[in-house]
């Protein structure tokens, strides 16, 4: 049981150019999040899907896409990425009693 | 007012000490309540659940007060494998609010 995987670990972009975060779970649930975590700011929400086909906006969209194709699946998609969008990214799933399990993470830096 | 606040530390502890951590939140209609752990450089992990009348696990003690809206963590027995940032955090319907954290150092 693998939880929640996150691809790819680590990138660096240059500005302007486009990327996706992949974040895929195995435990058959319907909520899924994105989260940003930067120094002095702890998490803040990005987008959010409550289930398959669906997406919402977070505390801090702006500069960020998502899809929800599949249940497993929740892709974050930067198109044009920008300095402040350096960052680590997790992705995390909830769970029944409403506790949320994350994935390892996604550090990328925008030179 | 921040949805949820915690002094953010550091704590500086000796083995074996014991040491807690309190955290407030504003909304009210909060409905689940948790400790999270963070490792450096690693993603939040579930540490507990905070239920209204209190609940332990081994070293570890959560209480909350609805009333004043306030939550604790009692970390009995410190170890140094305890050192890590504690994340509080609140749910309201979709969302979790997250705390900063407060950063526990717990020395030899």
């Known amino acids: 049981n693998a939880g929640v995987t996150q691809t790819p670990k680590f990138r660096v972009l240059k500005t302007g150019q486009s990327m996706t975060l992949l974040c895929a779970q195995d435990?058959?649930?319907?909520?899924m999040y994105w989260y940003r975590q930067d120094p002095g700011m702890g998490l803040r929400l990005i987008h959010y899907s409550v289930g398959e086909g669906t997406t919402a906006k977070g505390e801090v969209p702006d500069g960020y896409n998502v899809s929800r194709l599949k249940k497993q699946n929740f892709l974050l998609g930067l198109e044009s990425a920008a300095p402040s969008q350096t960052s680590v990214y997790f992705c995390a799933s909830r769970g029944t009693r409403n506790e949320q399990y994350f994935g390892p993470g996604t550090r990328l830096t925008v030179t | 007012r921040k949805e949820v606040e915690q002094d953010p530390g550091p704590f500086n502890v000796p083995e074996g000490a014991t040491v807690a951590f309190n955290c407030t939140y504003s909304n009210s209609a909060s409905q689940s309540f948790f400790w999270y752990r963070q490792d450096c450089r690693k993603e939040p992990k579930l540490l507990m659940s905070v239920y209204s009348s209190g609940n332990e696990d081994g070293r570890f003690t959560a209480q909350l007060n609805r009333a004043s809206q306030y939550i604790s963590l009692l970390i009995r027995d410190s170890k140094l494998s305890d050192s890590a940032t504690y994340l509080c955090v609140v749910s309201s319907g979709y969302a979790l609010n997250f705390g900063k954290g407060t950063s526990l150092l717990v020395t030899p």
């Open positions: 435990m058959n649930h319907e909520y």
